[in-house]
């Protein structure tokens, strides 16, 4: 679970351009702290994770999803930049994402 929730962690702060030291900044903790949560060495309290969500703005749930857990790095943080791609999204965009996925699961699906 900590190496789990580590790699979403750095899938998400890689996909919005942040170094270790700024989240760590933006966090109000040490540039350590990330490193460790990021290589799965420590796992962070609620409180340190529901900082890093707000940072990287993903709600919490983000980090627990175990189905993904099987998922290699590449596809995890692949996922990554989707979700926060589609969470930016207005409701026409989400329709032609939508359109844009059928045409492509129905040509090469």
Do not use: C
């Not at 933006?26 to 529901?50: C, H, M, Q, V, W």
């Not at 890093?52 to 999803?65: K, S």
């Amino acid at each position: 679970m900590k190496q789990n929730i580590g790699l979403r962690v750095k899938a998400a702060r890689q996909q919005k351009g942040l170094t270790q030291a700024q989240l760590a900044e933006a966090i109000d903790k040490a540039f350590e702290t990330i490193s460790n949560i990021e290589r799965g060495k420590t796992a962070p309290n609620f409180s340190t994770l529901y900082d890093i969500a707000n940072v990287l703005g993903l709600p919490m749930r983000e980090f627990f999803d175990v189905d993904d857990a099987e998922l290699s790095d590449a596809r995890q943080r692949l996922l990554m930049q989707l979700n926060t791609m589609i969470s930016q999204m207005d409701d026409r965009q989400l329709h032609l994402l939508l359109k844009l996925g059928q045409v492509l699961q129905e040509e090469y699906g």
